[in-house]
């Protein structure tokens, strides 16, 4: 998976961080409410350059952004910034009143798309997983 390819290039994160990928992925494979939830995948010349989805959160209303993903060789092309665009665009569209998402403290690319979206940071927490010691984030978005 490029998830994990990327982040452990990038972060030296194990193959834990892979298996959370590929969870969320099969959750969303068996289950998905195409009236709710939506994934998009971005190509630049016909190769997969990005992704992210959008799955129901644990609220009536409330939606989850997962897994947003620009692989490096695409990066500076804005292409997270319109994955995030359609998925926002999306969870209006499917009556949503609020995304959520969780990141980690170190993905200061993403963290500054979110905020460029008007996500604001709701929690923080140190934790150890993927093979090292990380703050993961909360982001909450009212639309």
């Known amino acids: 998976m490029a ?3 990327v982040y452990d290039r990038q972060f030296g ?6 298996a959370l990928v ?7 494979a068996d289950a998905h409410d195409p ?15 990005g992704c992210v989805f959008l799955v129901s959160g644990d609220e009536p ?9 620009v692989t ?6 804005g292409l997270g910034d319109r994955l995030v665009t359609e998925c926002l665009d999306f969870a209006r569209a499917a009556g949503h009143r609020s995304v959520t998402l969780w990141t980690n403290s170190v993905l200061t690319s993403a963290r500054r798309i979110y905020e460029a979206h008007g996500f604001t940071l709701t929690a923080e927490h140190p934790h150890d997983s993927f093979g090292t010691h990380l703050t993961g984030q909360t982001w909450t978005l009212t639309l």
């Open 22 to 28: 590929a969870r969320i992925v099969a959750d969303y």
């Open 61 to 69: 209303g409330v939606a989850k952004l997962r897994i947003l993903l």
């Open 13 to 18: 994160w194990n193959t834990d961080f892979e």
């Open 72 to 77: 490096p060789e695409a990066r500076g092309l």
């Open 35 to 49: 009236a709710a939830e939506a994934g998009w995948i971005a190509e630049v010349d016909g190769r997969r350059a």
């Open 3 to 5: 998830h994990g390819e």
